[in-house]
């Protein structure tokens, strides 16, 4: 399990240091002027911290890594309602090149993009899909929320695909240094605004919550080691139980994802068999209606 430990700095005891009311007054007076340049300071340092790492990360011509994720749903009375984790493995290749294998309580699903199609194998159903992807990485974003689900907050591949910091995220702060799985990082936070969600009609609705964000990053090669949002104010359905028996309840809390990264391996020796598909003999290709509709024409 990881283990990310705070280093928390004391305020300097020099005040004790003065000769008199005088020194005392003035290094007083020096402190209260320079708070809000000290703040300004700190979120100046925060976002350039970020701005740094996605900058490392678009130096990358591929990537390989490990990650293990933790969704909590915290109830208004401050308990745990709900606890998933999941682990992920990645292989990633620019400009689209992709694969993702992820596990869960639920099961495992398999992802492979190999610049020409994209699939997505199911081994609790034992089904997979294949769609065609062009050479645009924006449209492997795409196909990975779509096709295969995968979201993660603000960059769906970390720092991999995002070129600059969404208009959102604001209130950027530098919030020293940390120790996480045993490299030292700096902490940032930030917070992401509310924005409008959509009714089932299509028209707009009343804001979505604002999420709490922090990142801890890599202080000397400025790596992601973890990212963790949080958000208040949550209404979401949460199953319980298993099975038949499975309840499914809307339940009113805090949710809180947690990615932390095991392994990192940028311009990892990466082979074209690592994004090719295979599907299992007994497996079920699944067919758009399209495809249906298609086959009935002729």
Known sequence: MAHC?????????????????????????????SVAGIRAAQAEDGRAI???????YHTFHSYKGQANVDTLMIGTDGKVIKHVGSSSTMKFQRPNKISLFIQNPAGSRAVYGDGSNFSVFEASTNQYSTVPMSGKEPEMITLLRKQAGVVAGLDT???????SLPKTLTNLQYKGTSTCNGHPVFVVTGTTSATPELSGGGKTS???????WTWWIDRQSYLLYKVENKTSNVVKPVSFGSGNNAVVKDVKGTVIMRYIVSEIKPDANITPSDFAFTPPKSAIQKRTIQEILGGQKK
């Open 157 to 163: 591949l970390f720092l991999l695909t995002e070129t």
């Open 5 to 33: 430990q705070a280093n928390a700095s004391r305020p300097s005891s020099f005040l004790l240091l003065g000769k008199g009311r005088f020194l005392i007054l003035t290094l007083l007076l020096i402190m209260m002027g």
């Open 50 to 56: 970020l701005l740094k790492a996605i900058r490392l």
């Open 206 to 212: 009343m804001p979505g919550a604002a999420t709490e």
